[in-house]
């Protein structure tokens, strides 16, 4: 009898319920809504889905990302920015930069985005993070988790801050259309929603394989720092354009791409332990990740106000928004809102321009902050 109770208590104690808090379940709730959100609602389901996965299983298995653990090894590929960088090469064999090219103007878009991105790192700092982890915390308002997560390991943010920082960047990417729109009908008027750009020119072949050559000689020769990332998107966009390696750009573009997601979304929501995760820091971080999201978003608008003003009505203050780095989310909100207005209004590739911008943009940010902080 006495071995048959043992045994008994011996399986008790192997169940989850032996070792889980109040935390773990509250966190396996928050994993089941934000399925919810990706499989009932469609929110960026590619993200959501394995991200809320791994914390499901995190949070009812904390082993899975200790030492040993099958997400620990799958993290540190996140932490030595290998999987970051493999997403950077993807994005660009994916998505045509030749609005981008059509009109240079939107670089100035992508930029006035970036402006979230510095003013929440004085916000986290005053909200008592250090400079390094302000910093980190600060790439959130880009809405880009692949570029969230480079720069906090590159800053050694890896074994604190780092799976909320990813967690909130990627939560906002996917939520990108319910907190850009009230932004940026608030912003404009709706005559200049339904402003109708002009179609764009035509980019030559010759245009686009020049284009990531030439800004990744420009770019990376300004600021070193950049090269993993900016290399890797214009590298991938290289494959895309040249036409020379087909099977290479169908690679990175598709099989590698959804490799390096299921591993990267699970690993960061592996992090997501409820020791970890529910920490007065952490609800800090989302507040000034969603902080510096609006800001980027009103700045990208209002910077598209301004230059609707100088062109005489011929840029529509909405492709503004998208400056942020969420590719192509940002862009089809652009073109969903002014649709509301004109269902005649198409301002997607417009859209795109500042889209793309907004990436190297975001890139660009995040080499500068390792500069400064002399981080290679």
């Not at 990417?173 to 109708?196: N, S």
Request: aromatic content about 10%.
């Amino acid at each position: 009898m006495d071995y048959v109770w043992n045994t008994l208590q011996n399986l008790g104690g192997q169940t989850a319920f032996a070792s889980l808090y109040w935390g773990n379940f509250v966190m396996i709730l928050v994993a089941c809504v934000f399925l919810v959100l990706a499989i009932k609602f469609g929110f960026e389901p590619l993200l959501l889905v394995p991200i809320s996965f791994g914390m499901l299983l995190a949070n009812m298995f904390p082993g899975i990302i200790a030492d040993g653990g099958l997400f620990h090894y799958f993290y540190l590929l996140d932490e030595w920015s290998i999987l970051p960088s493999l997403i950077f090469l993807g994005v660009g064999a994916m998505t045509d930069f030749g609005p981008l090219i059509a009109n240079p103007k939107s670089f100035l878009l992508g930029a006035a985005a970036q402006f979230g991105i510095y003013s929440a790192y004085f916000f986290a700092i005053l909200m008592g993070f250090s400079d390094k982890a302000a910093a980190a915390i600060s790439i959130i308002g880009g809405a880009d988790g692949p570029t969230s997560i480079f720069l906090a390991g590159k800053l050694g943010m890896g074994g604190t801050l780092m799976g909320p920082i990813a967690v909130a960047a990627y939560s906002y990417m996917a939520l990108v259309p319910v907190i850009q729109p009230p932004f940026m009908k608030l912003l404009t008027t709706e005559k200049e929603r339904k402003i109708k750009m002009e179609q764009l020119r035509p980019v030559s072949k010759l245009e686009k394989i020049l284009f990531p050559v030439v800004v990744t000689i420009v770019v990376v020769l300004i600021l070193p720092t950049t090269a993993p990332l900016v290399g890797m998107l214009m590298l991938g966009n290289l494959f895309r354009e040249c036409g020379v390696v087909k099977q290479l750009s169908e690679t990175a573009s598709n099989a590698l791409m959804y490799i390096v997601v299921i591993l990267l979304g699970t690993s960061v929501g592996a992090t997501t332990t409820a020791q970890s995760f529910l920490k007065l820091d952490t609800l800090k971080i989302v507040a000034l990740g969603l902080i510096a999201f609006i800001i980027g978003t009103c700045a990208g608008v209002l910077f598209g106000k301004l230059m609707c003003w100088a062109t005489k009505g011929k840029v529509n203050p909405l492709i503004g928004s998208a400056g942020v780095s969420a590719v192509p989310m940002a862009a089809r909100v652009s073109q969903k809102v002014g649709a509301e207005a004109d269902p005649t209004n198409f301002l997607l590739m417009h859209a795109m321009g500042p889209n793309v911008a907004g990436v190297i943009g975001t890139a660009v940010a995040a080499g500068t902050f390792m500069a400064i902080f002399g981080v290679m």
